[in-house]
C-alpha cells in the first residue's frame, strides 16, 4: 500500500487548483493533461476479488467502488493472459471523454494523449521507487466501459500492471 | 543565499474538504520557498515512515534535508479547514528529542511540538506556533542580529503580558522586549500589521475565489522570510508581497512562483473603517436549528464569525423557540438592524429562504453557504438576487469576513 501511495503521489497528486467556468475546478497535477482538466481517471484493483478503487487525486485517497469486484476480475483475467502476475496490482485508465468535451470540440485524440502521458509518468516514477510497472498494450474495453457505467460516459483507455521488483 | 528552514514535518488530514499530506510548518514553507526558486535547506525531526515521505517531498520540491531521528512523527487531524485540530504523538516535554543546532545566515525558525531549536542566525523570521504560551525566540539563547516575529493577534497579546492590548501596543513592547526589528501580527480580514522603524503600517488581506486555510500561516511565513531576507524588501514591501503570495496558496493550495504569481490578480480587501473603536458589525445568522447536525453547524459559524470581532445574532442563541406572534417580530426586526446575513440553506429550510428574501428586500448583503444544493434549480432565486453562494464552508465563512469589513 505504501508503494502504491507514493507512486500516487508523485505521479498523480493534485498539486494546485484553478477555479474554472467548465463546472469542474481545473487542476495541475505532476503529469500534463490537456487543457488542465485531468479526463483521464485512475483505478485500482490490489488483489483479485476486491473491488475497483478510485483515485481521488484532491484527497489523495482510494475511494472504494462497491459492486465492481466482478469487473474488475474479468480485467484481472485479461491482464493475467498477458502478462502472469498474481500478486501485483491492477490499474487502469478511465477516461471521461464528457468532461475534455466541455472545452474542446473533437476530445478524442486528447484523451489518447492524456492517457499515454500518464503511462509515461507511472513508467518513470515506477522507477525512481524501484517498483515494476508493465503496461498491458489494451485498453480494457468493454470491461473498464459499458461493464462499469451502463450509460456509456466512461470508456477504458489502458491498463497496467505495478508490483515489486522481485529479486534473486 | 540560501534559506534555512527549521520545523515540524507533521501528517495533516482533513476531513472536509478531504485531504491528507506530510507537510507541518517547516515543511510547507520549506516547499513554498524553493517553488518560488529560493535554495532551501530544511532541518526537521522525521519518523522512519516520514522520513520516507520526506524524501519524497524533498526530491519533488527541491529541497536539501538534514533530519533528527524520533519514534513517531506529530499528526494534525482535522474535520474541516477552520476546526481545531486534534493533535496526537506529542511527546510531554520531558521527553522532547534533543534541541537542533543551527548556524547559518538566513533561518526561519518554526516553534516545534516533539523537539525544540536553538538558533544562531544574521538574520532570522520566527513563528512560536505554540498556541498554549508563545515561547520568546530567545528563550532557548537563540540569537539574530536581524530578527522578524510573526505573530497572531492571541500570540501576540500574550508574548506582550497585555491581553486586552491593541495590535499596536503589542507589537512595540515586544519589539523592545525581545530586540526583534520586525513584529508582524496577523490580522485577518484585516490584513497584518507591520512594527518595524518604530512605526506601524497595515498591509491588506487579499480576497480569493477560494479559501483553504490550513498552512496559510505557514505560507505568510514563508513568503515574508523569502523577501525579507533574501530580495532584501523593506519589511512593509516584504508582508505586503507575502500577504499576496498567500492569498494564491489560500486560493489554489499551490506554492506560487514568480510567473504564476504575475498573472495572479486578487483584489486588496480595504476596511471601510480603520478609525477606532471600530463599531462591530452585526451578521444574522440564518439558518435551521432542528436536530443537533443542524445546531451543531450554527454553532460553528457563530464562533468563527464572533472570532473576528463580528456581533453575531443567530435566532437560536439569542431570541429561542417561541409561538409565531412571540418570535418573528424579534426575528424580523433583527434582520432589520443587521449588517449583513449568513444563510445555511442545505435542506432549503423555508424559514431560512423566507429570511434571506427578507434581507435582500431590504438590501442587506446575503452570504449562502450550500454544499448540496450548489448547481441545482433551487438556489436560482437567490443567484437571481445577488446572493453570494459557497459550497465551501471556511470559503463561505471568508466572504461573510470580507464583506463585513468592506460595508
Ligand atoms: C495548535 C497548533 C499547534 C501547532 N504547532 C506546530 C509546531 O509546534 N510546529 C510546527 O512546525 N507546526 C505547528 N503547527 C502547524 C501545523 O503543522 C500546520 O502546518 C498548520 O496548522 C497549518 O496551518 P496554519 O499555517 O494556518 O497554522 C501547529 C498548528 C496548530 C493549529
Known amino acids: ?168 | 543565499m540560501a534559506i534555512h528552514v527549521v520545523g515540524g514535518f507533521y501528517e495533516e488530514r482533513c476531513t472536509r474538504p478531504a485531504w491528507s499530506h506530510t507537510f507541518g510548518s517547516g515543511g510547507r514553507a520549506a516547499a513554498a520557498i524553493a517553488t518560488y526558486g529560493t535554495e532551501v535547506i530544511f532541518h526537521t525531526y522525521t519518523s522512519p515512515k516520514s522520513q520516507r515521505y520526506l524524501e519524497m517531498v524533498a526530491a519533488a520540491y527541491k529541497l536539501d534535508i538534514q533530519t533528527n531521528s524520533i519514534e513517531r512523527a506529530v499528526a494534525f487531524s482535522y474535520l474541516h479547514d477552520l476546526a481545531n485540530p486534534h493533535i496526537a504523538h506529542v511527546p510531554p516535554a520531558p521527553s522532547r528529542a534533543a534541541p537542533l543546532q543551527i548556524q547559518q545566515d538566513n533561518v526561519v525558525r518554526f516553534g516545534m511540538l516533539e523537539g525544540n531549536a536553538i538558533v544562531q542566525a544574521q538574520w532570522a523570521v520566527y513563528d512560536p506556533q505554540n498556541q498554549e504560551a508563545p515561547v520568546a525566540f530567545g528563550a532557548n539563547g537563540s540569537h539574530a542580529k536581524h530578527l522578524a516575529l510573526v505573530l497572531n493577534s492571541w500570540e501576540a497579546q500574550q508574548m506582550a503580558g497585555l491581553p486586552e492590548g491593541d495590535a499596536q501596543t503589542c507589537a512595540c513592547k515586544i519589539a523592545q522586549e525581545q530586540h526583534a526589528e520586525v513584529v508582524i501580527i496577523k490580522q485577518g480580514a484585516q490584513g497584518a500589521l507591520v512594527w518595524a522603524n518604530q512605526r506601524a503600517t497595515q498591509v491588506p488581506a487579499y480576497r480569493t475565489q477560494n479559501v483553504w486555510k490550513i498552512g496559510s500561516g505557514d505560507c505568510f511565513v514563508a513568503y515574508f522570510a523569502q523577501a525579507w531576507m533574501e530580495q532584501k524588501l523593506a519589511p512593509t514591501v516584504a508582508a505586503d508581497f507575502a500577504s499576496r503570495a498567500t492569498a494564491y496558496y489560500v486560493d489554489t493550495k499551490g506554492f506560487a512562483t514568480p510567473e504564476t504569481l504575475e498573472t495572479a490578480h486578487y483584489p486588496p480587501i480595504s476596511p471601510k473603517n480603520r478609525q477606532l473603536p471600530v463599531v462591530p458589525k452585526k451578521v444574522y445568522l440564518a439558518g435551521p436549528f432542528f436536530h443537533l447536525g443542524q445546531i451543531w453547524l450554527i454553532e460553528q459559524a457563530r464562533t468563527l464569525l464572533q472570532s473576528t470581532g463580528l456581533q453575531v445574532i443567530s435566532p437560536f442563541h439569542d431570541i429561542g423557540l417561541g409561538t409565531a406572534e412571540d418570535v418573528v417580530p424579534l426575528d424580523i426586526q433583527a434582520i432589520k438592524d443587521c449588517d449583513l446575513v449568513f444563510a445555511a440553506v442545505d435542506g432549503l429550510d423555508p424559514g431560512t429562504i423566507f429570511e434571506l428574501g427578507y434581507a435582500r428586500s431590504l438590501d442587506k448583503p446575503v452570504v449562502i453557504y450550500s454544499e448540496v444544493q450548489v448547481g441545482t434549480e433551487s438556489l436560482k432565486m437567490m443567484q437571481g438576487t445577488g446572493c453570494e453562494i459557497y459550497a465551501n464552508f471556511t470559503t463561505a465563512i471568508y466572504a461573510t469576513r470580507w464583506r463585513a469589513v468592506e460595508s
Open chain 1, 1 to 168: 500500500m505504501d508503494d502504491l501511495a507514493a507512486m500516487l503521489e508523485l505521479c498523480c497528486r493534485t498539486r494546485e487548483l484553478q477555479a474554472s467556468d467548465l463546472g469542474f475546478d481545473l487542476e495541475f497535477r505532476p503529469h500534463p493533461s490537456a487543457g488542465a482538466i485531468h479526463s483521464v481517471h485512475t483505478l485500482v484493483q490490489r488483489e483479485i476479488d476486491e473491488d475497483w478503487m478510485y483515485y481521488d487525486a484532491q484527497a489523495h485517497q482510494l475511494v472504494s467502488l462497491p459492486g465492481t469486484s466482478a469487473v474488475a476480475n474479468v480485467a484481472r483475467n485479461a491482464a493475467d493472459e498477458l502478462v502472469p502476475a498474481t500478486n501485483a496490482s491492477l490499474i487502469a485508465l478511465v477516461a471521461e471523454p464528457d468532461k475534455a468535451a466541455a472545452k474542446y470540440k473533437s476530445p478524442g485524440s486528447l484523451i489518447w494523449r492524456d492517457a499515454g502521458v500518464l503511462l509515461g509518468y507511472f513508467s518513470i516514477c515506477a522507477e525512481a521507487l524501484a517498483l515494476s510497472f508493465c503496461p498491458l498494450g489494451i485498453t480494457g474495453q468493454p470491461m473498464l466501459g459499458r461493464d462499469l457505467d451502463e450509460q456509456g460516459r466512461l470508456c477504458g483507455v489502458g491498463m497496467a500492471l505495478l508490483g515489486r521488483t522481485h529479486l534473486g
